[in-house]
């Protein structure tokens, strides 16, 4: 469920953030993407058939209110901005992990890391990433 989703994430960032679940993390936002991408999806239909039965009037079918039309085209109307602060969050939590690695005793990592982020990057190394986020991108 998306709950335990969200509590995850807040659990990786606070109290105070784990630099090592960078990974997780990533993995859980992939998700919690997922989560609005379909809202978002749900909510277009909501409005076309709100759009449908305001004009072909049904016994069956109850119209959305002003304030929740309003709130549900707000919410489409911003699909875009949505996805381009999930791709940004994405690249600069990237880049915050390569950072750490390469300062941190893990540093042999670093080469792993830099392939699940950027596939192809380095000779030898072009296996596919095991990290949900790059789908999709």
Same mark, same amino acid.
Request: charged share 20%; hydrophobic share 40%; proline share 4%.
């Given at each position: 469920?998306?709950?335990?989703?969200? +509590?995850? !994430? %807040?659990?990786?960032? %606070?109290? $105070?953030? !784990?630099?090592? *679940?960078?990974?997780?993390?990533?993995?859980?936002?992939?998700?919690?993407?997922?989560? %609005?991408? /379909?809202?978002?999806?749900?909510? =277009?239909?909501?409005?076309?058939?709100? &759009? +449908? +039965?305001?004009? &072909?009037?049904?016994? /069956?079918?109850?119209?959305?209110?002003?304030?929740?039309?309003?709130?549900? &085209?707000?919410?489409?109307?911003?699909? &875009? =901005?949505? %996805?381009?602060?999930?791709?940004?969050?994405?690249?600069?939590?990237? !880049?915050? /992990?390569?950072? +750490?690695?390469?300062?941190? *005793?893990?540093?042999?990592?670093?080469?792993?890391?830099?392939?699940?982020?950027?596939?192809?990057?380095?000779?030898? *190394? =072009? !296996?596919?990433?095991?990290?949900?986020?790059? $789908?999709?991108?």
């Amino acid at each position: 469920p998306h709950t335990l989703v969200f +509590y995850m !994430i %807040r659990s990786i960032i %606070r109290p $105070s953030f !784990i630099l090592e *679940q960078i990974p997780d993390l990533l993995d859980l936002i992939a998700t919690a993407d997922a989560v %609005r991408s /379909h809202a978002v999806e749900g909510s =277009s239909v909501a409005l076309l058939r709100q &759009e +449908y +039965y305001a004009k &072909e009037p049904s016994s /069956h079918a109850t119209l959305l209110t002003a304030k929740e039309l309003k709130k549900i &085209e707000g919410y489409v109307g911003n699909k &875009e =901005s949505g %996805r381009m602060h999930y791709m940004l969050l994405v690249k600069n939590l990237c !880049i915050l /992990h390569v950072y +750490y690695l390469a300062t941190s *005793q893990e540093s042999c990592m670093l080469a792993e890391c830099l392939n699940d982020y950027f596939p192809g990057c380095i000779m030898g *190394q =072009s !296996i596919p990433s095991k990290l949900l986020f790059c $789908s999709g991108l």
